[in-house]
Every structure is written in C-alpha cells, then in structure tokens.
C-alpha cells in the first residue's frame, strides 16, 4: 500500500454541531483519550442546517445531518450505527406567544419560523400540518426570539430551546415528538452520523467503532468532556446543557439497533408518502 493511500485510509474531515450532545459524543475520539487507532480527523463545526447543505454537496467524509436531509443524499452517504441522536420525548416543539389549539384550522394560517427546510423537525410539521405552508427559515437560536419579537407567529424550536421557551413567556403548542411517537409507536430519529460511500470499507468500518468507543467513553467519564462542551456552550446554563445531553444522547447513539433501525425506516416511508424525499438508496445502512 502507497503512502497516499494509507493517509486516505486514515484521514477524514468530519462535521457536527457545537452543541453540548455532540461535543459530547465527539470529545473522547478528538482529544484521543481513546485509541484512535492512527485516525486523523479535521474537524468542521456547524449548526444543524449548515452540515445538511454540506453532505448535500459532498464537502464531508463523515457528518451529523437531520434525517430528513439524509433522505435526500443516501446515493453519496451510509448511516453509520453510532452516534445518532433518536429518543422518546426528545422531539421539536411548535411554540407561539398564546397558547391556541394545535389543529389545523388554527396553525395552517400562522407564519411559522423553521430551524432549517432539511431538518427533520421541519419534516414533522410538513406531517403533522402538512397545510401549514407560511414557514420562514431561521437560524435555530434566533427562532424564540423571532417569536418574543412579533417577527413570526409561532416557532419551531430544537435542541436546548426545549428548556428556555417557558421562561420567555412562550406558550407550547404541541410537542411534534410527542406527535410521531403516537402516530407510529417509534422513537423520534433527529439526527445521524453519515460516512461517504465511497470510502474504503476498512476506514468506514474504523470511523464506525470509533465514534461507538467515543460515545461509551463519554458515559464511563462524563467530566472529562466538560471543558470542550463548555468551550461551545460558554452563554448556556450548566443545568440546561446537562438535561440537552440527558436528552438527546442515550443507547441508539451508542447502536441504532434494530428498534431505531425500524424507527428511521419509518420516517423514511412517511417521508416518501409525503412526496417530500426522493427514493431511498436500498443500502443506506453502513452495516446492513
């Protein structure tokens, strides 16, 4: 084997987001405390809707995106089975400045600020209000205070926002987790770590069982990581950024398994019904 075909075998450039759930997931394999068995990973921070336009373009070996926008790019990208964030009570919320019914009549007409067109919280409201078409896309951190300040009528909000909301006056609407859970009895897929498929094998199968190493590190140590969250959480209360991680980071970040496995599969059948993704490479999975 040549020189440049090692370094490509052992070199990636890898994207997520700067929130507390995958500085978490990451910091063990980016700060080496595990083996990372000769990996070279240059990392790329950005938040949810960035990386979705990324893996649209190609730009990343392995990235987090929503999982309505790897509906759209599972030609180029595989799901590896770590490091996903899926969960119960975990899901957006649809949030105004009064508290109203949340039926169609009454959401359908409101403008309605999204977290981004790819994310899969703007998937859930296309299923839950699929009329509900008045939507603005706003980066995920300015969405409440869109709402506060009369700019839209009502907000969908992700990650940490689940837990500040209440305490700016805003009202839930309803919980679109909450929704999906009983339309389909499943975990709420949100996110997930996708890999280039035209890597080789090898490599593909070493960033798998490194990000798992990584994530069951950060649950045996789960201070050791809390400098590098802190460093890109500096304005958000400890308490907050613990319950975001409680939340968002659980055993399908360790392995889908085959309930989340059934749980992706279903969204990407909802999804398709909807008319919203296109058709889903038969091998999205990294390990089918």
Request: glycine content about 8%.
């Amino acid at each position: 084997m040549g020189q440049t075909e090692t370094m490509k075998n052992n070199k990636i450039t890898l994207g997520y987001s700067p929130c507390p759930n995958d500085t978490f997931i990451f910091d063990a394999l980016i700060h080496q405390r595990i083996d990372t068995e000769g990996l070279e990973v240059e990392v790329v921070l950005g938040d949810v809707e960035e990386l979705n336009q990324r893996a649209f373009r190609g730009d990343l070996d392995v990235t987090k995106l929503s999982f309505h926008a790897f509906a759209h790019c599972t030609d180029h990208y595989q799901l590896l089975d770590s490091g996903s964030a899926l969960g119960n009570n975990c899901g957006p919320l649809l949030i105004a400045r009064e508290a109203m019914p949340a039926k169609a009549a009454t959401v359908d007409p409101l403008s309605i600020a999204i977290p981004g067109k790819y994310t899969t919280a703007n998937f859930l409201l296309h299923l839950a209000f699929p009329g509900a078409q008045h939507r603005k896309e706003v980066l995920f951190s300015d969405i409440e205070a869109q709402v506060v300040n009369q700019e839209v009528d009502a907000g969908l909000i992700i990650h940490e926002n689940r837990f500040t909301y209440a305490a700016k006056g805003l009202k839930k609407l309803i919980d679109l987790g909450e929704f999906w859970e009983t339309e389909t009895g499943s975990p709420i897929p949100l996110g997930g770590i996708v890999v280039k498929r035209e890597l080789p094998g090898g490599l593909k199968q070493k960033v798998n069982r490194l990000i798992r190493k990584s994530v069951e590190y950060a649950f045996e140590h789960p201070k050791d990581s809390l400098p590098y969250i802190r460093e890109h959480a500096q304005e958000m209360d400890e308490a907050v950024m613990y319950a975001h991680i409680d939340l968002y980071v659980n055993r399908f970040s360790v392995d889908l398994g085959p309930e989340g496995k059934k749980a992706v599969r279903t969204l990407f059948d909802r999804a398709q019904k909807l008319g919203i993704v296109p058709e889903i490479h038969p091998q999205y999975l990294l390990n089918s």
